[in-house]
């Protein structure tokens, strides 16, 4: 059996505070309603863990993640990158905050050796069709493909195509919704530039979203269908995104489905052998000094490691890398870390009949259930 190894994770946010660490960086004025400025930001993560040694290289973010890539070499890299890429100062009126990293920068992208980015979300516009376009022309010019947003409605929708080992490919399609933060005005049209926004978890939207992958699918391609979307904060589904997912798997032909938006790690579902993330969570961002969702773990992030059956594009494993962000750069989790990943992702997995497994001291292997008599619960490897 032919196999593929995938590594996905949610939010890159490497503008802002992780921005003005790197020698070239934007200007920092943001106008993000009580911080004028991005300074701000890594003022704050310093008066909680102590001094920044600025400026860094741009590998420095990354930090023990490097290492782990190192060591799996998935074959397709993806992120949602939550973060304009320019030096546009056409910031989006009316808008709280505004995520931008300097062009100069693009190269921390690069350093990780990141193959896609999803720009279907709530901050690629922030800084206007200016910085849409900048971001657009930074991405090509690192030779890192983008998928869920473009210059019209036809290229927001357009997959990113990924080359596989043995000539096959990978098809990449990206939405947004409202929920997430997404506003309604960045919608592209056929005469206007945005994102490409997902109206609702409709049936109607899912045979819609069939029809754009047949235009695109050929014979032996996986399809991966990432999504920002719902809340910041919290644990519970919108109505009828599960049903969504699986219709997404059952109907459209999707294989993974690559859920983002929610700043924290969320359930996991394995539907028909396939894998719904339903919230990856954040992975590089500024937020280490502002308080006030210690109960969901903010400074915590996963990296999330798919084997995949290249012939019928089921889950063979999953592997989850937890980390913890300090000084914005990610390092291995500690033990405590672990345990309270460990409980909290086992009570949110176990209502998509998953849970976690601790294979190593540093790492989670996620595994399936099926329903056993008496209102127990027996585990399996995945098949």
Partial sequence: MATISLFLCGDVMPGRGVDQLFTTASVPTLGDGSFGSALDYVKLAERKTGPIARPVNHAYIWGDALDELARRRPAVRIVNLGAAITTSEDAWPGRRVHHRMHPA??????TAGIDCAVLANNHVLDWGYAGLRDTHAALEAAGIGTAGAGLDARAAARPAILPLPNARRLLLFAFTMENAGTPHQWRATASRAGVNLLLDLSTASVHRIARQIAQFKRTGDLV??????????????????QAFARQLLDEA??????????????GIEIHAGKVILYGCGDFVNDYEGVGGQEAFGAHLALMYFLTLDTDRGRLIDLQLVP????????????????????????????????????????EFRVLGHHPAPSGQVASHSLP
């Fill in 105 to 110: 920068n693009t190269a921390c992208l690069s």
């Fill in 224 to 241: 991966v269908a990432s999504m920002h979307w719902g809340a910041d904060w919290g644990y519970d589904l919108e109505p009828r995104q």
């Fill in 253 to 266: 032909g999707v294989d993974v489905i690559h859920g983002h938006g929610s700043h924290h790690a969320k």
């Fill in 323 to 362: 980390l913890r962000r300090r000084h914005f750069q990610l390092r291995h989790a500690h033990e405590v870390d672990c345990c309270w990943l460990s409980e909290a992702l086992r009570r949110e997995y176990l209502r998509f009949g998953t849970s976690p497994a601790r294979s190593n001291w540093d």
